[in-house]
Structures are given as C-alpha cells and as structure tokens.
C-alpha cells in the first residue's frame, strides 16, 4: 500500500530541556565578544566633566576597549571600573562593563550596570535583548519580559528578540505565543531549510513540553498513555504500542479512538483477530469513526477479502467524503504481492466508484505499480470534485454536524455560537485536526482552560497538533531540499529512532561532506554514539565538536554525561560547570554535576544543585540521589523525604514510562 510517512520523524525529546533545540542554548546564541564590538559601534565615550580629568577617564576607557576587543574580559571590568570610579554618571562605561560581564558569564554583575545603563539610553534594541536574556538565564523571567518586548518594538526584524520572546512565553506555559515567535523567527531566515528544519524541531519540544506536563498535572488520566503509545506506535514499537494503549483503556473504555489505536497495532503484529475486535469495539461507540472503518479495510485486506474491504470503504465514502479527502492515503501494512494482486483481480470486476479508485491506488502503490497508482488516485479526486460542487447544505443543529462527521459544517456551526465554550474550543480543535488545518487546530485548542477532564483532553491533541506541524515542516524540508545537510541530518535522526544503526551513520557522513566543520552535525554524532554507549567514538565527536564551537551548551552537558557513565567524575565536574556557566537554569547539567560530586563524595555541594534539578526528575533518580545525600549528613527527615518521593516517581506508570521513551538517559544513582 502507499505508504504516508507524514508523522516519521525524529523524537529527540529533552524534557525541560528547550536549550537543546538544535543543540543550540536555550537563548539566542551570540558569542560575547561580538556582542562588546557592536556596543562599542554603537556607544563611543563621552567627555567627563567634573570628578577627574578628561584625559584619565579617556585613557582607561580606550585600555577597556583594547581588552574586549583582544577577549581579555577581566581586564576589561577592571578598566571599566576606573572610569566609572572616576565618572559613575558615563553610561558607555556602565554598557561596556556590563557586556564584560556578559562575556564572563557573570550574569548578576550584567544586569546590575546593563539595566541602569538602558534608563538612559532606552533605545537600543539589542541591549534591550541582551538584558531580557540575562534575566532569562537567572530565572528573573518577569523582569526579563519590558526588555523584550522593547526590544521587538525596536528592531521587528530581530530573530534574537524573538528567540529570546518565545522563551519568556514557555516559562509562562503560553504555548502560542512561543510559536507565534518561532514562525516569526523562521520567517526572518533566509535559509528556508535551516528555518524548515529548526521549526520542526521548535514543535517537536513543544509536544515534549505538553507530553511531560500533562504527566505531571493529570497522573491518572488515559490521555497521557495514549500519547505515549502513539509516539511508540510511529517508531514502528507496535508491541510496546499496544501495552501503553492498554493502559489507557483501563482507565477509560470508552475513549473515543482509543480502541482503534489498539486495533492499529494489533495489526500491525499480525494479531488479526484481537485487531478486528478492537475495530468493531469502537464502531459500537460510534458507527461512523472513519478510522475504525479504514482499520477493517487493511485487515480485510491482509485477508485477501477485497469485497468486505470495499464494502467498509464505501461506508466510510458514504458518512464523510471530506475525510477521506484530507486523509485519501489508507494507512499501510505490508501485504504479500500475490495477496495485493489477487485482490486487485476481484476489484477491477466491480462498479466504478470513489470506494474502488481508493483501494486501487493503494494496492497497485503496494506492487510498485505507480503508474496505474496514480491513475486511480487521480479517478478518486474527481469523484470528490464531483461530490464538492454536489454536497449541499441542510439545516440542521451544530450537535448533528459534529456527532454526524461532517467537519466543515461542524466547525461553522459552532463558530458561529457566541461566546465559545471551552468544550466548542475542543471540539473545533479536534475537528480542525482532523482536517489537517494544524494551524487553525492549534489556535482553537491553546484556547481550552476547562475542568481537569477537558484539559487532559485538549493537552493530547495539542500535543498531536505541534508533532503533526513538525512534521510538516520536515515534509517540506525533504521536498524542496532533498540534497540539503539538514536533510541528511533528518534522515538520520529519523533511523536512529529506528534502530538504523548503518543508515543513521551514512546519512550524518553525508550531511558531514557538505558541512565537515559543522559543530552541531559533530554533536549529534557523538550523542548517537554515546545512546548506543559506543563511548570511544562518543567522545572523540564531542571534543571534536567542543573545538569547533566551545561555547555549545549541548556539547558540553553531552560530554558531562559520558564522563559521568564512565565514572570520570573528575573530568565531568569542569565540563558541566561550563556548561552551567553558559546557562544556569540548565537543571539537567546540575543534576549530572550532583550526581558526580555524590561519588567524589562532596555531598554539601552535590545537594543544591539536585535540588534545583529535583522538578524534572520524571524516574525518581535524583530524589534518590538526594536521599543519599541528605542521608550521609545527618539529615534524616529530608533524606526520609527524598526516599519517598523517588518511590513515588518510580511507581508513577505514566511519567515514568513517558521519561523511558522520550527523555535523555539517566545515569543510575549508585547503591549506598
């Protein structure tokens, strides 16, 4: 059958961790010094009157410069302090100290001279960025949010601003508003597939955001498990699938599409009979859910019974034409050729008919038989021309349009309601969704602030919504790139989430021919490399892409964790200091860093950074590594804390099973 790989893509989920988008910090990336040489640019000293003479004040401002320009920042805030000791009204000394600091990454000591600085000087757009970032990295997000928005009032064409915008708006869960500026920052790039590929990337987390977040807000709910099993279910894991599904159903039988998605995998591990029960199960719930009807075409199919197989895509024909115009590819499954062909045989005898063109398609598509594939494919969207100028419009009340599947009609009708409910916003979601309006379905379903029920539900097609746009940027990407090195790059993440091993390394070696000196494309190698605890061949990627680009947060937190797997723990603790430098509110490096000064045995300095690390602990890990902390220093009632909330988080089925498959490795904590 013709196979649609639109949700094949790579799942490289970093929960909490947005700075890894890309492998790139979690802020706009712009290395410090350039960031001095444009102040530089832009502020020239002025004269000081007054307090000493001008030609002091003169002399250690040029000496502040020199150094920034040579990257001796220390130096730098020393000369800097003179003038401003000698001057502390000079606002070119308070920018250009404060940018010292930045480059040192002393972000307190920034803001401090850079926030004064801007009072007087408020229309610089990219200290207005600057400092929004900095406020940003220190948690300080409230702060950070006037700067931001100032600095988009200045300069629109920022991707920096918007970066940092979109960051502000995950700390507040807004989800939309990150991706609003994320689409802005795509729009901005002139590289359209690095701007396709980093989106999709953008969305990706976002799903993983919404994916962990739900875990952690509605523990007992089914949408969860079903979420997960989906994200199984598209890297081909149909058995592990299935048990996630099952899960679900125990806490909700009567979920709408949750048996079909059961029956799915069922078929696809050659449980036929288990899989036609789940299809029929569901058609008792709703006689008219389309693919519940198309499951039974591809197990009717695999049976060689090409009549039934007709027959059920006719009925779906019959109840909504309109979705099989946004889906017109059946979902596949391998069929022998000679079981293809025999059921082509018995159709070609049939009357003509969208049902038949549909079948035709994706069975001669499944022989290699293209031509006369897309012969038929072509027959199936006259016969939907012929029904679109046809269909007409009947009165009816909005509930009959959406319980009858007739989408279009369904979303008007409940448009048209003033004011929406949260329940309309759901359902408008979910009706845009399946249309393949990814976009309209997102803005309806951001709208949702319902009971816990409705928000568990709304939280699940959000999340299908932002994997269905990344997705979709990683379609176009393929298409209109194909030679390009993200494409190379994408094409290996997507077999290493299949267990590719030899085409995961041929497709990053090709994507290395284009871009041998690639920082990132180093990276992604040595993290593949290091998954597969091939750790030789691991670090000499990372250092490799260390030495392109030492400021790479991911690098270095990558490098961290082989160190720490390998109990190098001596070699982990500057590494992931750095790397906390670089970005402090990175709580999965200080959970790394806590965990190799437990086995150096420095267990006052291991706790604040488990601490600070301790709300992304979906395995209960680093609960237990608090616990023997605490434990080695007399604290018993909060190592007794720490015990039982790693115990906790170990029995938690949902978040646990979703860290297992969608979140970075975790080392063990070492048996005390």
């Known amino acids: 059958m013709r196979e649609l790989r639109l949700t094949s893509f790579p799942f490289r989920f ?48 040029r000496a502040g410069q020199a150094a920034l320009r040579q990257g001796d920042f220390l130096r730098a805030t020393e000369q800097f302090k003179k003038v401003l000791a000698l001057d502390p009204s000079l606002v070119e000394a308070q920018v250009n100290l404060g940018l010292a600091y930045q480059s040192l990454l002393d972000y307190d000591a920034a803001v401090r001279y850079l926030a004064p600085a801007l009072l007087e000087r408020p229309n610089l757009a990219g200290l207005n960025t600057i400092l929004g970032m900095d406020y940003l990295k220190l948690g300080l997000t409230e702060k ?20 940092a915008m979109a960051v502000y708006h995950l700390t507040q869960e807004n989800f939309q508003g990150a991706v609003e500026q994320y689409r802005k920052v795509a729009g901005l790039n002139p590289d359209q597939a690095e701007a396709l590929f980093t989106l999709g990337h953008q969305y990706l987390d976002l799903a993983a955001r919404l994916a962990y977040r739900g875990a952690r807000l509605y523990p007992d709910s089914s949408w969860g498990h079903r979420f997960l099993g989906d994200v199984l279910s598209e890297r081909d894991r149909w058995e592990d699938a299935a048990l996630e599904y099952n899960k679900a159903l125990a806490i909700e039988p009567r ?66 034409p309109e979705y099989l115009k946004a889906h017109p590819e059946l979902p596949s499954i391998e069929l022998a050729k000679e079981v293809a062909q025999a059921c082509i045989a018995r159709l070609l005898d049939q009357p003509e008919g969208p049902a038949k063109h549909l079948l035709l398609s994706s069975l001669y598509a499944s022989i290699n038989e293209n031509d006369r594939s897309d012969g038929e494919l072509q027959s199936f969207e006259n016969d939907l021309s012929k029904w679109q100028q046809t269909s007409g419009v009947h009165s ?64 699940y097609w ?19 790139f194909p030679g390009s090195w993200r494409t190379h790059q994408l094409r290996a993440e997507d077999f290493a989430l299949r267990r590719d091993h030899d085409n995961v390394i041929q497709e990053y070696e090709a994507a290395l021919h284009l871009r041998p000196n690639e920082a990132e494309l180093h990276e992604a190698i040595g993290e593949f490399y290091l998954d597969n605890r091939s750790d030789e061949d691991a670090e000499s990627e990372l250092e490799k892409a260390e030495a392109l680009d030492p400021s790479r947060t991911k690098t270095l937190y990558l490098l961290g964790r082989l160190y720490v ?39 006052a300095e291991a706790i604040p950074r488990l601490e600070k690390a301790a709300p992304l602990d979906h395995m209960g890990n680093i609960h237990y590594q608090l616990f023997q902390a605490y434990r080695k220093l007399g604290e018993t009632e909060l190592a007794q804390k720490a015990l039982a909330r790693s115990q906790d988080l170990r029995r938690s089925s949902l978040e646990h099973d979703q860290a297992r498959i969608m979140g970075p490795p975790q080392v063990e904590s070492d048996p005390q």
Not at 434 to 450: F, P
Not at 463 to 479: D, H, K, M, V, W
Not at 581 to 602: D, F, S
């Open 14 to 61: 970093f929960p909490g961790l947005f700075a890894f988008r890309l492998g790139r910090p979690g802020y706009p990336h712009v290395k410090a010094v350039a960031l001095s040489l444009l102040a530089l640019s832009l502020l020239k000293p002025g004269l000081a009157s007054g307090q000493s003479s001008e030609q002091d004040i003169e002399i250690s401002f």
């Open 144 to 163: 950070a949010a006037p700067y931001l928005r100032r600095a988009l009032e200045l300069d629109p064409s920022s991707p920096d601003a918007h970066e």
């Open 255 to 320: 979920q709408a599409g949750l048996h079909t998605s059961l029956g799915e995998a069922y078929l696809h591990t050659g449980k036929l009979e288990d899989a036609e029960t789940e299809f029929r199960h569901e058609l008792q719930l709703d006689s008219r859910y389309e693919r519940a009807w198309l499951g039974l075409v591809n197990l009717q199919l695999a049976k060689g019974q090409a009549l039934e197989a007709l027959g059920s895509a006719a009925t779906v024909w019959q109840n909504s």
């Open 396 to 459: 009816r009340a909005h509930a009959d349009f959406c319980k009858l599947h007739l989408y279009s009609r369904c979303i008007a009708s409940l448009q048209a309601a003033k004011p929406l409910t949260y329940s309309a916003y759901l359902l408008l979601g979910k009706s845009y969704f399946t249309l393949q309006q990814y976009e309209r379905a997102a803005e309806m379903l951001a709208q949702v602030h319902g009971d816990k029920n409705t928000n568990s539900e709304a939280s």
């Open 462 to 480: 959000l999340e299908r919504t932002y994997q269905a746009l990344g997705a979709e940027s990683y379609a176009q990407l393929e298409n209109s």
């Open 565 to 603: 797997l390998d109990s190098e723990n001596e070699k982990a603790v500057p590494v992931l200091e750095r790397a906390l430098q670089l970005q402090p509110n990175l709580n999965e490096a200080g959970a790394l860093l806590g965990t190799a000064y437990i086995r150096m045995g420095k267990f």
